[in-house]
């Protein structure tokens, strides 16, 4: 059960897309995308090319909706981290959109947001969640994915402290001043910066350009993660309850 007082993001209408917005933008940014080290990292090891990524933006969806993302965003994480490029450069935020309370992206659901947003407590993407925004995303509490895939998307990404098994993109950098953990090891986060407290990220192959903390865990080490979590050493499923304790959750979730 999700914590009893929280703003739920409802199922709105599919984000329109114009192929030839699209197009143009595309033809902006492509020189400097594709040569971007984010983009060409790991590229040849998941089978990354730029002749699908010129495929996929000839052939935008008329619509983002929970159907027509997956034939668009599928496939390893720069395709949807060159998408947000795209998108950030099509629909410039106009404004921004404020949050208040712990918000919930729903289970098998996409939102994209083309302005600022604020979200003045937690952000919790539920399992295949997610949320695109073209401008920069503040969370003033925990930025929480559920067990399972989930993606949170934005140019830039600041929250207190965090926890995920999903993806995070960001095309100018994450922030976190506390703790954040990127649990087990089916997903990348990528970003051109990370600046923050405590990163727990040695299960996973994170793509970030620069990386400025306080302190790092790289080394496959279990109880010192944990230590760094508040913890007990022999946690079975860290993820779960670093999550569990980030918003204050007790029994089930």
Known sequence: MVHSSYTLLQSSAAFSLAAERIGDAYARVRGALVRD???ARDADMYGVTVDEL????????????????????????QYRWAALRVLAEAYPPADEQELAGRTVVPENTIHVIAADVHVDGDLVLEEQAMLFVLGRLRVTGALVGRAGYSVVAGREIECADGATAGEVLALDGIRCPGTFYFGHNDCSARAASYDGGVLVDFERDNAFGRVDVQERFTDWDF?????????PEDEDDMLEAYTKKLLGEQGGV
């Open 223 to 231: 109880p010192a993660a944990a230590r760094a979590l508040g913890l």
């Open 37 to 39: 080290a984010l983009f």
């Open 54 to 77: 010129d495929r996929r933006m000839r052939q935008p969806p008329d619509r983002l909706d929970s159907e027509t993302s997956w034939d668009w965003l599928d496939g390893p994480d």
